[in-house]
């Protein structure tokens, strides 16, 4: 699965990285603690949180993760799209609560690892 066939099928839409939409997505992840993810998050991995601050896209990269999806509504902010675009990273929303997206990801097929 890519992130390309995560946009087709829920409702998100991807608003930083777009050329990074082909990426392979291995697995998925849900935390809003920085620490956490870097920590347990697996290479490869689609990561759900609701944080929308640049500090993300350093983790993602850092972790190797194929994408983020910021949930809830909550919006990524200017420099976080810039950063996201910068280190190829695809970024997505989604107004679904963490729950809700994490569950229809997982109905997809893409599993935590």
């Known amino acids: 699965m890519t992130v ?5 099928a829920l409702p998100v ?4 990285g777009k050329e990074a939409s082909g990426a392979i ?3 998925g992840y849900a935390s809003d603690l920085l620490s956490n993810v870097m920590g347990q998050a697996k290479a490869g991995s689609v990561w759900v949180t609701m ?3 640049k500090n993300i896209v ?3 990269s850092l972790a190797g993760l194929s994408a983020i999806v910021i949930a809830g509504g909550s919006k990524p902010d200017a420099d976080t799209l810039a950063k996201a675009e910068s280190e ?3 970024l997505l929303i989604t107004d679904l609560p963490v729950f ?3 569950g229809q990801l997982y109905a997809l097929g893409v599993k935590g690892r």
Do not use: W, Y
């Not at 839409?13 to 930083?16: D, E, L, T």
């Open 13 to 16: 839409k991807c608003v930083a």
């Open 58 to 60: 350093a983790v993602a």
């Open 51 to 53: 944080q929308g601050h």
């Open 100 to 102: 809700e997206f994490v």
């Open 25 to 27: 997505v291995l697995g």
């Open 88 to 90: 190829n990273i695809a």
């Open 4 to 8: 390309h066939d995560i946009l087709s």
